[in-house]
């Protein structure tokens, strides 16, 4: 769970800088660069998924207990 966890947040907070630099750099401003903002924006809302999922089951607050 620990490891799931800390990776989500990695995950998280890299997807964080790619689209703010995607959003503050004229020249990643073209295509490429908004479809990889986009695919980061996706990955940024399954991360905040999995990170609230790993802090519940670390507290034993989910319903399915660990195993």
Do not use: H
């Not at 490429?32 to 399954?46: E, F, P």
């Amino acid at each position: 769970i620990l490891a799931t966890l800390l990776s989500s947040l990695l995950g998280f907070i890299g997807n964080l800088l790619i689209i703010t630099a995607t959003a503050k750099t004229k020249q990643l401003q073209n295509r490429c660069g908004i479809m990889i903002a986009t695919l980061a924006v996706a990955d940024t809302i399954i991360c905040i998924y999995l990170v609230q999922l790993r802090v519940l089951q670390l507290f034993d607050w989910y319903l399915i207990p660990n195993e």
